[in-house]
């Protein structure tokens, strides 16, 4: 379900507020200064936050600006005025929509709606990535998922060559011989046959180069080795 706050700090309009929104399904808790707002706003989980202009202690723009910092929720500016509509857009303050006292519930209802679901969908197809990503160009290391994707398309890579590519793309511009990156990513210098390299570096051009004999991205330095290019 989702969690709406409401900072206002006229009572009977913060109660109506709460009662058609509580109708509609959500779960709503009023905060009636500046202060106890923001601070609800910030270390509570909130869906969206319905924020009034005027308010004691600190105003709504001031409120508005410092959830921002913190947080990417949706906020819906309300006031009594008019003129501070152009206000609150010319300071850039990052409220998802305004309103002007006196409204009708069900428009507010709608409204907070309609900014719940885009929030959602935004969310939802740009999901703000915990993984450790590596991205050069059109390729895209999901070092945590262990996943390639080559211009958004996912390539399969074998332990080696995940390895050995994404060692390559996190120090770009730097060549290294085939000890070298034997060294780093086999690991097993004495045993070991350097041609391996070779090999891994052919099947990984494979997969993410468009024409492997002219490689845009891991580049032969002749007899030294090779660089991953920026
Ligand atoms: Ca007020």
Same mark, same amino acid.
């Given at each position: 379900m989702s969690k709406i706050l409401i900072v206002e700090d006229e009572s009977a309009i913060a109660d109506l507020e709460r009662d058609y929104l509580e109708l509609s399904g959500f779960e709503v808790d009023i905060e009636n200064s500046g202060i106890s707002g923001l601070d609800a706003a910030i270390h509570k989980d909130y869906n969206l936050v319905v924020l009034d /202009? &005027? /308010?004691? #202690? &600190?105003d709504g723009y001031e409120v508005c600006r410092r959830i921002r910092e913190e947080k990417d929720i949706p906020i819906l500016m309300v006031s009594a005025k008019k003129d501070d509509i152009d206000k609150i857009r010319g300071l850039g /303050? @990052?409220?998802?929509d305004y309103m002007t006292k006196p409204f009708s519930p069900s428009e507010l209802v709608a409204r907070v709606k309609a900014h719940l679901a885009r929030y959602e969908r935004l969310v939802g197809t740009n999901p703000k990535s915990i993984n450790d990503i590596v991205e050069i160009r059109g390729i895209r290391i999901d070092k945590t998922a262990r996943r390639v994707y080559v211009d958004g398309e996912e390539k399969v890579f074998t332990t080696k060559e995940f390895d050995l590519l994404t060692f390559l793309a996190e120090n770009p511009n730097h060549v290294f011989t085939k000890e070298e990156l034997f060294r780093e990513i086999?690991? &097993? #210098?004495?045993? @070991?046959?350097?041609?391996t390299v070779t090999v891994h570096i052919k099947k990984i051009r494979e997969k993410i180069e468009k024409n492997s004999t002219k490689p845009e991205y891991i580049e032969t330095i002749w007899g030294v080795g090779y660089r991953f290019k920026v």
């Open positions: /202009l &005027m /308010l004691p #202690e &600190m /303050l @990052g409220a998802d086999w690991d &097993m #210098e004495s045993i @070991g046959d350097i041609a």
